[in-house]
């Protein structure tokens, strides 16, 4: 169960640097 809450964290960072890298 860690191990996927891990996974989502990761997912979600991802995301959060696709966002920055569309606003520049």
């Not at 891990?6 to 696709?18: C, G, M």
């Amino acid at each position: 169960m860690q191990g996927l809450g891990f996974y989502l964290f990761i997912k979600e960072r991802e995301l959060e640097k696709k966002d920055y890298l569309w606003l520049y």
